[in-house]
């Protein structure tokens, strides 16, 4: 029998396995079986790991600001907000329908145009030997990337630049007019701002990040200091003051860090993480109300008689950063 027919007779039977169309949509919408219970049963799963409570919460998402989106790396608190169980979940696990839900059409037009420019490319170097599998490879990571949080893998993302780049290169060889010395000079300036807007947030993110490993290493002083300095580097951000704030906390220093977590509330009122903080320094109808907040923006995540530093701490340790058990690819952050 030809591949090709074993192709369509194999398909065929793992439809009538699961029910149809109908039942294979009913088994992706199931959570994956455990990997340490069965490893076996979940190589040969359809279910989508939870992707389809991710999915529906993002378009949900986008529903409600169909313009602007909801803001960059909003989709956790929206998830938190209006989870349909208890996983902490950073992504949506789709790069386009995240994008969607956080930045709007416009956000999702611009990844898609500059996603596109290697694609183009391909088209001008398709004559090229090289140009194929470049182009293959770049296309396998758009596709998976619909479907799962593959941009933030170093190690996949670099290789789907490196076939881009490839893609680029081969394009910049084919005979074409040059560029005016005006665009050139306007390019590289637009370049060089870009550059500098970046270097400044990354530099502001690595001291958030040397911030909180202080306060994990119970280094109060050293993630107070930390802290300050990323007020200057990222003054717009919540999260030195929630820090800062933080490291007050763990001092003692109860009025302190009261100060702290409501200048980052002023600046972010829709911080969950900062109204349980504000929990643990306030008392009576200020604590109450702290309390009704982070309840009404977490609703499944109950906050502890007396605060709970501990709770939150593990839970922000939890889902803090891509990559952890809580957090794998293929499967869903729980």
């Known amino acids: 029998m030809p591949q090709r027919s ?26 994956g079986p455990s990997v340490k219970a069965d490893r076996s049963r979940r190589l040969f799963s359809l279910s989508g790991s939870s992707r389809a409570q991710y999915w529906h919460v993002a378009w949900r998402d986008y529903q409600q600001h169909p313009w602007l989106g909801s803001g960059a790396g909003s989709f956790q608190r929206y998830w938190l907000q209006s989870r349909p169980a208890a996983l902490p979940v950073l992504d949506a696990h789709s790069l386009y329908l995240e994008t969607l839900a956080e930045l709007g059409p416009i956000g999702l037009g611009l990844l898609a145009a500059l996603l596109a420019l290697p694609v183009a490319a391909a088209v001008i170097a398709r004559r090229h030997l ?25 190690a996949v993302t670099l290789a789907a630049l490196g076939c881009a780049a490839a893609l680029l290169i081969l394009a910049g060889r084919e005979p074409r007019s040059p560029l005016s010395r ?9 370049t060089v701002l ?8 990354l ?30 580097l ?8 929630r820090l800062h704030g933080e490291a ?3 001092q003692g220093n109860l009025n302190g860090a009261r100060r702290d977590f409501l200048t980052a509330l002023r600046k972010d009122p829709s911080d969950w993480d900062t109204w349980v ?4 320094v306030t008392q009576g109808a200020e604590r109450k109300r702290a309390v009704e907040h982070a309840q009404r923006l977490n609703p499944l995540e109950q906050i502890l008689p007396g605060g709970g530093l501990r709770s939150l701490r593990e839970w922000s340790m939890g889902t803090s950063n891509s990559g952890t058990a809580l957090d794998s690819p293929g499967g869903s952050k729980t």
Not at 6 to 31: K, M, N, Q, T, Y
Not at 194 to 201: R, S
């Open 277 to 280: 903080d504000l929990t643990l």
């Open 130 to 154: 090289l140009a194929a599998p470049a182009f293959g490879g770049y296309v396998a990571y758009l596709v998976h990337a619909g479907q799962d949080w593959d941009w933030e893998l170093p």
């Open 234 to 241: 990222v003054p717009w951000s919540p999260d030195p003051w």
């Open 248 to 250: 007050l906390l763990s």
């Open 203 to 232: 530099a502001g993110n690595e001291t958030l990040g040397a911030a909180n490993a202080s306060l994990d290493a119970d280094n109060p002083a050293r993630a107070a200091r930390d802290a300050r300095w990323a007020e200057q």
């Open 6 to 31: 074993w192709f369509f007779v194999s398909a065929r039977f793992a439809l009538v396995r699961v029910g149809g169309p109908s039942g294979a949509i009913r088994e992706f919408s199931h959570a």
């Open 182 to 190: 005006e665009t050139r000079a306007a390019a590289l300036v637009t």
């Open 194 to 201: 870009l550059a500098l807007i970046a270097l400044g947030a």
